[in-house]
């Protein structure tokens, strides 16, 4: 495969070294606190995953448990602290405790108390148990995958995923949409997730049939698609992965969901909810570590949210803050124990079409993304920002993004839509956007190993001034610190503060008996 021959080692490693550096006072953050989402997570994985009637409305027995010992000041110690007492002293499961605790019939906090040692033994046993069952679905989804045929390799030498998205709103006519995607030839599907979902600080319950913009992300959502994923699989004879977003202020909570219903990629990114959504940088990096630790377990590929950086941002003057921000998006992978082969660090083609030979900067960016990170399964978006109501045009600027993602090697390919700027593409948009891509894939899939690029080129030097303008973009973070670089708009043009934003309430300091053995056992 052709490769940037000015891209230096000796600079990649510096740019690694910084990023390690940059998560170090990061991580003792992450390491001293814990949030009502981690906390919501640790119940679910336990098996608390009913809801009561609140409002009119179901509300899940996770939020309303983390909720009650939230008030009280409890949480610093963690939930399984008062938790599994409870299930010591009432000899009951948990999901069984966990509904009487949420409807208010029992109060944790007021219970006699087991001996610590005893209660920690227990709640040790509790997260062995939960971690075999995420093992044995993860067992359970990799035997369909070699049942079929399975396509993902995860540097691209295969060439890229067609991977798509339905985003009717309704799980079932998701599911039409999926099963239909899959027959014209996809390779994954990700259902979008509802508009504004990322800031409900609860995951609502059970199937849906009403979003705006994308279906909500529920445990039932998950298993009805899985379900008709696995089918239309084996029918096919080729394995079909499914996404979904783990970002927001339910962030853990979703790994958790995704990891039991057998998902295969999952919207990771530590920043995205930072700079898109004006959650808590505190929540967010506390949250992004626990529910990796679940992704990692699970072996989920996580997608990061570096494209979006270059909606709010122009493309060609930014992109070192793409390639910045997945230097810093690999370190936190890696210290939440992920393996290379399950970042999906994500990059786009947003550059404006007009400028003079933007086709040899887009593939100098795509080009030292695919080199830097060699064995991570690179996800590369679709042009979007320049697009309008020319559905030719914006075929004609999909069909040169797939170019570009089949000559450097991409694996994971989202397929633009041409209609995307005017409405919800229909069956027929997604089809012809799958027969573009297959055409593309199929005819240029060796052109790649067929060429090199010339020294003192447009396309090396721009991969150079790129990779400068990154050690430059680092060493100013590590300069200032993570917090007060993202303050004064290190990425994407958006400035956000260490105590403003959404969540910041849910955050509090671990207590020195804090209890929650999964971050020993994931």
């Known amino acids: 495969m052709a490769s940037l021959t000015s891209i230096k080692k000796e600079d990649v490693a510096h740019c690694r070294k910084m990023a390690q550096d940059i998560s170090k006072p990061v991580e003792e953050m992450i390491h001293s606190h814990t949030t009502v989402a981690i906390e919501r997570a640790t119940l679910r994985l336990l098996g608390v ?23 009280e000041k409890a949480l610093g110690k963690g939930v399984l602290h008062w938790f599994v007492n409870g299930m010591i002293q009432k000899k009951m499961p948990a999901r069984e405790l966990g509904a009487l605790v949420a409807s208010g019939k029992i109060d944790l906090t007021k219970l006699p108390r087991a001996p610590e040692a005893e209660v920690a033994a227990k709640a040790k046993q509790l997260c062995i148990q939960a971690k075999d069952f995420l093992l044995s679905q993860r067992e359970f989804r990799d035997g369909i995958r070699r049942e079929t045929n ?44 509802s508009t504004a979902q990322s800031l409900l600080d609860y995951v609502p319950h059970g199937a849906t049939t009403e979003g705006f913009g994308g279906t909500y992300a529920t445990q039932e959502n998950f298993r009805i698609m899985r379900e008709a994923l696995d089918e239309e699989s084996k029918k096919l004879g080729r394995y079909i992965r499914l996404t979904n977003y783990c970002s927001g202020l339910c962030m853990p909570e979703i790994a958790a969901l995704g990891a039991m219903e057998r998902l295969d990629f999952l919207l990771n990114d530590a920043m995205y909810g930072i700079l898109f959504r004006d959650i808590n940088m505190k929540r967010t990096l506390i949250d992004q570590h626990f529910s990796r630790r679940i992704i990692a377990v699970s072996r989920i590929v996580i997608h990061t949210g570096e494209d979006n950086y270059l909606t709010t941002a122009d493309a060609i003057e930014n992109g070192h803050q793409v390639l910045a921000s997945q230097f810093i998006n690999e370190r936190f992978a890696l210290n939440a124990k992920m393996t290379e082969d399950l970042m999906g660090l994500g990059h786009a083609q947003e550059m404006n079409p007009e400028h003079p030979n933007v086709f040899l900067l887009e593939i100098a960016r795509a080009q030292m993304t695919r080199d830097i990170f060699p064995k991570a399964p690179i996800k590369f978006m679709p042009p979007t920002r320049h697009k309008c109501g020319d559905i030719f045009y914006s075929h004609l600027m999909d069909a040169m993004f797939n170019f570009v993602g089949v000559l450097t090697g991409q694996t994971i390919q989202l397929l633009g ?85 959404k969540g910041f309430d849910g955050v509090m300091l671990r207590d020195p008996a804090y209890l929650n053995p999964f971050f020993e056992i994931l």
Request: glycine share 10%; hydrophobic share 40%.
């Open 49 to 71: 995953n009913g809801a009561i009637q609140r409002g009119g409305q179901w509300y899940p027995e996770a939020n309303a448990i983390i909720d009650a010992l939230h008030k």
């Open 417 to 501: 839509m041409a209609t995307e700027a005017m409405h919800t593409p229909l069956l027929q948009d997604r089809w012809m956007s799958i027969k573009n891509a297959k055409y593309i894939f199929n005819g240029a899939k060796d052109l790649g190993r067929d060429i090199t690029y010339r020294p003192g080129g447009q396309i090396e030097a721009w991969g150079a001034k790129v990779m400068k303008d990154t050690v430059d973009h680092l060493e100013m973070i590590h300069k200032k610190g993570m917090f007060k670089a993202i303050e004064e708009r290190a990425f994407a043009e958006v400035s956000r503060t260490e105590k403003g934003g």
């Open 150 to 193: 399975d396509p993902f390799d995860p540097e691209g030498k295969n060439g890229p995923l067609l991977y798509v998205i339905v985003a009717t709103g309704n799980i079932y006519d998701d599911v039409i949409q999926a099963k239909a995607a899959a027959q014209a030839g996809a390779d994954a599907i990700a259902v979008i997730r």
